[in-house]
């Protein structure tokens, strides 16, 4: 294990190819969109990078789309990775009846759209995640489809500032 220093955008910008589109991927579950946003370096501003990729996500296929959905755990489902865990932090310890409801109609959501329910969840109680969902569930697909892509544009702006911050990380090589 070695210790990695990272300082921010210009470390994000000196990265080998591949472990910018690894860093990315973590951020997206889209390979297009890591790659894509990954090859636009070097960014002069965190602004610039993150601008770049709300671009690109506007672009993806349908198909990239669901690619992305696919690294997107169901809101109180026990997520797999520190970014779901951090972001579904307010779910945790709510009230079973809540948990409950909240899974079945994340069920019934992903039986009428055919993914899974996506919300911008940082730090919000599972009873709001709840009254999101039982609004939009009454969408129509269209309209969830779009709205599902702003969501997923703000968790990918979240998970890029975080990734922006300074800090200290520790790797295995």
Same mark, same amino acid.
């Given at each position: 294990?070695?210790?990695?220093?990272?300082?921010?955008?210009?470390?994000?910008?000196?990265?080998? #190819?591949?472990?910018?589109?690894?860093?990315?991927? #973590?951020?997206?579950?889209?390979? =297009?969109?890591?790659?894509?946003?990954?090859?636009?370096?070097?960014?002069?501003?965190?602004?610039?990078?993150?601008?770049?990729?709300?671009? =690109?996500?506007?672009?993806?296929?349908?198909?990239?789309?669901?690619?992305?959905?696919?690294?997107?755990?169901?809101?109180?489902?026990?997520?797999?990775?520190?970014?779901?865990?951090?972001?579904?932090?307010?779910?945790?310890?709510?009230?079973?009846?809540?948990?409950?409801?909240?899974?079945?109609?994340?069920?019934?959501?992903?039986?009428?759209?055919?993914?899974?329910?996506?919300?911008?969840?940082?730090?919000?109680?599972?009873?709001?995640?709840?009254?999101?969902?039982?609004?939009? =569930?009454?969408?129509?697909?269209?309209? #969830?489809?779009?709205?599902?892509?702003?969501?997923?544009?703000? =968790?990918?702006?979240?998970?890029?500032?975080?990734?922006?911050?300074?800090?200290?990380?520790?790797?295995?090589?």
């Amino acid at each position: 294990m070695r210790r990695v220093d990272w300082r921010g955008l210009p470390s994000f910008n000196e990265l080998s #190819e591949l472990r910018a589109i690894s860093t990315l991927y #973590e951020c997206c579950s889209s390979s =297009i969109w890591a790659l894509r946003v990954a090859k636009a370096r070097p960014f002069v501003d965190d602004e610039a990078l993150l601008e770049y990729a709300d671009l =690109i996500l506007a672009e993806l296929t349908e198909s990239d789309l669901d690619e992305a959905l696919s690294g997107h755990p169901r809101i109180g489902d026990r997520p797999d990775n520190a970014s779901s865990s951090r972001e579904q932090s307010g779910v945790t310890g709510a009230d079973p009846e809540v948990l409950a409801e909240l899974k079945q109609l994340n069920k019934e959501y992903d039986e009428k759209f055919g993914h899974v329910y996506l919300v911008f969840a940082n730090g919000r109680p599972a009873e709001e995640l709840l009254a999101i969902l039982k609004e939009r =569930i009454r969408n129509d697909a269209p309209t #969830e489809r779009r709205v599902m892509r702003m969501e997923l544009a703000k =968790i990918n702006r979240s998970r890029l500032q975080r990734m922006l911050t300074p800090a200290i990380e520790f790797v295995d090589d």
